[in-house]
């Protein structure tokens, strides 16, 4: 017995030999294709040469176009007419006389005018200041009143004296910020008129 297991590792020791050296020579075998062999020609068309133009008339086969289903038919509708009726007419009250339904909503109040305490002497200056916006925007509109205006300064010119209005309104109501605020925007608008001259 001792034979046995000599025999088996010597079996397996030489097809590991052998693999490795039939390995490397099957590595470089290679398959090459042969070339297409050429169909041959058929001979009824290598004898039947071409010697009519393709049929061009010819039309398409027509498709068969299924038929929708009949509806069936019903009798007509009756006709329905509607009565005429006028657009309501709104009545405008007279100008002396007040809606009916201004009576029976309460009159709101006007809204208070909230403005800053100033001293007496942050009311003298702000007092001062606008006087004095106030003045030089004026003598900026005199300065060019004689002259055409484009749409643009036309537009200053009427944001200018809507700022005029505006201010001494809030001069009268007594609200200096304001007043002083809406100046110096008129103010700034007539030097920007100026310069667009």
């Not at 007419?89 to 002396?96: D, F, I, M, N, R």
């Not at 909230?114 to 007496?120: A, M």
């Not at 002497?121 to 004026?138: L, N, P």
Request: proline share 12%.
């Amino acid at each position: 017995m001792p034979s046995h297991p000599l025999n088996v590792r010597t079996v397996v020791a030489r097809l590991t030999v052998g693999l490795s050296l039939a390995a490397p020579g099957c590595a470089r075998k290679s398959v090459h294709a042969a070339a297409p062999a050429a169909a041959p020609v058929a001979a009824d068309a290598a004898a039947r040469p071409m010697t009519t133009a393709p049929d061009t008339d010819a039309t398409p086969p027509v498709e068969a176009v299924a038929q929708p289903p009949a509806l069936p038919e019903s009798p007509t509708p009756a006709q329905v007419t509607l009565p005429a009726t006028k657009p309501p007419v709104l009545h405008k009250p007279a100008s002396g006389q007040a809606p009916a339904d201004a009576a029976s909503e309460p009159a709101h109040p006007t809204a208070p005018l909230i403005s800053p305490q100033l001293s007496p002497g942050d009311q003298a200056a702000y007092q001062r200041k606008t006087d004095e916006d106030i003045s030089e925007a004026k003598k900026n509109l005199q300065e060019v009143s004689g002259r055409q205006f484009s749409t643009a300064q036309q537009d200053l010119v009427d944001k200018i004296n809507s700022f005029l209005a505006q201010s001494e309104n809030a001069r009268k109501d007594g609200d200096w910020a304001r007043a002083r605020n809406l100046a110096q925007k008129a103010r700034l608008l007539s030097a920007e008129l100026i310069a667009s001259f």
